[in-house]
């Protein structure tokens, strides 16, 4: 972990991995939804709208994904101060936002034709809004920071402060009397058919390995941008 946090080796490692993690995302992604959406049969309760479940649960997942890669990122950074654990932070948040966002709006689209009403003050629904309200907040502090030489030590204690709502949306429907059905895949146990689960899977592999490269494109844009900064102070101190 030490090594990889030389940001000369993690661009050598990212320069491959980034295209790598976003091809393969895409191709697997774009298989899974066509697999969900022209070759699963409907289901028997909910019908034709069962589809949504390929869209909805992977960004779901990596909207809370999203947020625990800040949390561990921001907990690296505060302990050990590895130089890229803060840019990992950043460049997860804005992604876990998108999906979280794209969670939100297929909850809704799903939930017009299964409760009656786009939007319900359920605890599962309202967990999930208000990551998203956390997602804009760590954005626009860590910009802050960086634009005000601020610490990056308090975007990172509010990233850890964040996380305290990861478990709440996890067990919200277990905790609270929710119209969310309960969860349907658990350790070890699922209860979707397998003719559903299969390319849920696969939704959920590739969604995540589009994910992970995007949030290397970030990390290496932003560290591009802190290295132009510095060389352009170096030069400002050559001419002084």
């Given at each position: 972990?030490?090594?990889?946090?030389?940001?000369?080796?993690?661009?050598?490692l990212?320069?491959?991995?980034?295209?790598?993690?976003?091809?393969?995302?895409?191709?697997?992604?774009a298989?899974?939804?066509?697999?969900?959406?022209?070759?699963v049969?409907?289901?028997?309760?909910?019908?034709?709208?069962?589809r949504?479940?390929?869209i909805?649960?992977?960004?779901a997942?990596?909207?809370?994904?999203?947020?625990t890669?800040?949390?561990?990122?921001?907990?690296?950074?505060?302990?050990?101060?590895?130089?890229?654990?803060?840019?990992?932070?950043?460049?997860?948040?804005?992604?876990?936002?998108?999906?979280?966002?794209?969670c939100?709006a297929?909850?809704s689209?799903?939930?017009?034709?299964?409760?009656?009403?786009?939007?319900?003050?359920?605890?599962?629904?309202?967990?999930?809004?208000?990551?998203?309200?956390?997602?804009?907040a760590?954005?626009?502090?860590?910009?802050?920071?960086e634009?005000?030489?601020?610490?990056?030590?308090?975007p990172?204690?509010?990233?850890?402060?964040?996380?305290?709502?990861?478990?709440i949306?996890?067990?919200?429907?277990?905790?609270?009397?929710?119209?969310?059905?309960?969860?349907?895949?658990?350790?070890?146990?699922?209860s979707?058919?397998?003719?559903?689960?299969?390319?849920?899977?696969?939704?959920?592999?590739?969604?995540?390995l589009?994910?992970?490269?995007?949030?290397?494109?970030?990390?290496?844009?932003?560290?591009?941008?802190?290295?132009?900064?510095?060389?352009?102070?170096?030069?400002?101190?050559?001419?002084?």
């Amino acid at each position: 972990m030490h090594g990889f946090a030389n940001p000369k080796r993690f661009l050598a490692l990212a320069a491959w991995l980034t295209p790598l993690l976003l091809v393969s995302g895409i191709i697997l992604s774009a298989g899974a939804l066509v697999w969900g959406f022209t070759q699963v049969p409907p289901d028997r309760l909910m019908g034709e709208t069962v589809r949504i479940l390929f869209i909805h649960v992977p960004t779901a997942w990596l909207g809370m994904g999203g947020w625990t890669a800040i949390a561990i990122s921001s907990l690296v950074f505060l302990v050990w101060r590895h130089p890229l654990a803060a840019l990992a932070a950043r460049g997860a948040a804005v992604p876990g936002l998108v999906f979280t966002l794209i969670c939100l709006a297929t909850g809704s689209i799903w939930g017009r034709p299964t409760w009656g009403a786009w939007w319900v003050w359920d605890g599962r629904l309202t967990s999930m809004l208000v990551l998203a309200f956390l997602y804009v907040a760590y954005i626009a502090l860590a910009q802050a920071a960086e634009r005000e030489g601020v610490s990056a030590r308090i975007p990172a204690i509010f990233g850890l402060l964040g996380a305290i709502n990861i478990p709440i949306i996890n067990r919200s429907v277990v905790w609270w009397n929710s119209l969310h059905q309960p969860p349907s895949i658990t350790l070890g146990n699922s209860s979707i058919d397998g003719v559903f689960l299969a390319p849920l899977l696969v939704a959920v592999v590739g969604f995540s390995l589009i994910f992970g490269g995007v949030v290397l494109a970030r990390m290496r844009a932003l560290l591009a941008d802190i290295q132009a900064e510095a060389r352009l102070r170096r030069r400002a101190m050559e001419m002084d």
